[in-house]
């Protein structure tokens, strides 16, 4: 009998604890939810990238069309509870559009894009919130024609790093990196591949002297390659990066975990396209490609092993979530709110709560873009 009260016993822990591991399975895998958020414009509204401060202070911005076809800025924060619009400034009259956001604090934060100046030529746009309103911060520009910023990334309130690209005297697009010292933004040289156009499309900062940035650059023969490159603290530099496809590969993407484990995210022709750094080199990881055609927009780091990708399915305009566990990659069920078209451009994790957010666009029935935030528990 003694035996017997003894197995039982142990029947009753192996089933507790098969309750808990369930049960924290269920936790793991809480679905992605879709959170209403404002859309004030008339026509197009569209989310690019997204920054949390913490649980309670998230922050997305993007553009909106008005009335008479302008294209104005638009910025949203998160309180924990809503979504909601503030009010954030427009230096050109046709034209505004910020494409990246990064937080330092919850006084702290910087957007930047590109907006159209009085001869509509495209030009760096730095946008700042210290805690009360947002107020443009002059930028330069390299050269008299187009220049346009496309990722922010921050290390602390006197180091910041913007990315893009500018075109040159020959028409061809070069790469464009802009660093804030606190006091003002410099143009800070950075490597191109060949003389076609080069062009970085995201940043993400470890320290002041390890930095990354990624995107593409176009071959002799029209071809899209990789474009990876580093600041040591001294310069930039390329970096080689592998190229799966015998055509177009693009990275649009980069977080970072640690100094030897960096992630960018983007397509090869029809395909999903993760790249990871490991401290020496950066290889392909393999990711799964659910549709005829994908891709992947933007990353979010939790941790080492909780890591999401964001993006699209082209052919069926569904919007596309991968996971890495740690060990491999896997499509996560997302929402779709349209039944056209819906697009993933940004993500972010806040690393404390472990929640995530992914923003976009998407068309409602009567066929206009409207913004698309989707959150992670």
Known sequence: MKHLKLNLFSCVLVVAFISLFLASGVAEAAAWKLIPSPSPGVTDNELFSVATVAAHDVWTVGDITISGGAVQTLTEHWNGTQWSVVTSPNPGAFRNVLNGVIAVSTSDVWAVGTFNNANDVPQTLTEHWNGTQWSVIHSPNVGHSDNFLNGVAAISTKDVWAVGQFRNASGFFHTLTLHWNGKKWKVIGSPNVGTNSNALSGVTAISKNDVWSVGNTTVSNGIFQTLTEHWNGTQWSIVPSPNPDMNNNV????????????????????????????????????????????????????????????????????????????????????????????VLDGAAADPVSHQSWAVGVFFNASGVAQTLTLFHP
Not at 293 to 320: H, K, P, Q, Y
């Open 251 to 342: 990275l649009n993407a980069v977080k970072a975990v640690s100094t030897s484990d960096v992630w960018a995210v983007g397509q090869t022709s029809i395909l999903t396209l993760i790249e990871r750094w490991n401290g020496t080199q950066w290889s392909v990881v393999k990711s799964p490609s659910p549709g005829t055609n994908n891709l992947l927009r933007g990353v979010a780091v939790v941790s080492a092993t909780d890591i999401w990708a964001v993006g699209f399915e082209v052919a069926s305009g569904l919007t596309l979530i991968e996971h890495w566990n740690g060990r491999k990659w896997s499509v996560v069920k997302s929402p779709n709110p349209s039944s056209t078209l819906n």
